[in-house]
């Protein structure tokens, strides 16, 4: 079993609508979260951290739930510049180091 | 523009020569990272630094690879006698302190003939 699992997709959305992916953890003692966006053929960009309560920025929305060990991205009123991969990050604390373990990334594309 | 920037940004070479690239991480950043990524694959760790100590060393990252940071500036990711299946995406980020976000770099794509 990975230690950090996504859906790979592709998720195949129309604009407007709104979409959720999740990311499932193994390590129950990990620190901090993360959500990238990867273009294609591009470095991974920070969308925002993940908090304990929760946060939104603007049509994005991060959650935690540390009991079933996931994370979770809600995109809402999706735009056609939404479409890329989004990559989980998990800190998982190795040995009192943290390691940054990335999903395998889920697949968005926005159609007109 | 002060991000994370590597060097080179494509190296195509033959099998068995020696590599190595270069990644400068923000200034203020203590942490600095080197990933591989493979297409379909997200990032996979291979190493990190704290200032110019190396902290953690994936078992991926065989003795033909070997990286260091020695002022706790820039940092280099060095392969011995590539092989094929070094084929892939170099990338390097950076970080204030751990727990943080990471910065990336536009990254190394390396080809093997």
């Known amino acids: 079993r990975k230690e950090v699992e996504q859906d790979p997709g592709p998720f195949n959305v129309p604009e407007g609508a709104t979409v959720a992916f999740n990311c499932t953890y193994s390590n129950s003692a990990s620190q901090s979260f993360f959500w990238y966006r990867q273009d294609c053929r591009k470095e991974p960009k920070l969308l925002m951290s993940v908090y304990s309560s929760g946060n939104e920025d603007g049509r994005f929305t991060a959650q935690l739930n540390r009991a079933s060990q996931y994370i979770s991205l809600l995109i809402r009123d999706s735009k056609l510049s939404d479409s890329a991969t989004y990559l989980c990050?998990?800190?998982?604390?190795?040995?009192?180091?943290?390691?940054?373990?990335f999903g395998r990334g889920t697949s968005l594309i926005v159609h007109p | 523009d002060t991000g994370v920037s590597q060097d080179p940004r494509h190296k195509i070479t033959k099998r068995g020569q020696n590599v190595t690239f270069r990644c400068d991480p923000i200034?203020?950043?203590?942490?600095l990272y080197w990933y591989r990524q493979t297409l379909g694959q997200g990032p996979e760790f291979l190493t990190y630094?704290?200032?110019?100590?190396?902290?953690?060393k994936s078992r991926l990252l065989s003795d033909r690879f070997s990286a260091e940071r020695p002022k706790g500036s820039f940092s280099t990711l060095e392969i011995q006698r590539t092989e094929q299946g070094d084929s892939a995406m170099y990338l390097c980020?950076?970080?204030?302190?751990?727990?943080?976000?990471?910065?990336f770099g536009d990254g190394t794509r390396l080809s093997i003939l």
């Open positions: 980020a950076s970080s204030q302190d751990r727990g943080q976000p990471q910065h």
């Open positions: 990050v998990v800190n998982m604390v190795v040995g009192g180091s943290y390691i940054p373990t």
């Open positions: 630094f704290q200032n110019e100590a190396q902290l953690e």
């Open positions: 200034s203020e950043h203590n942490r």
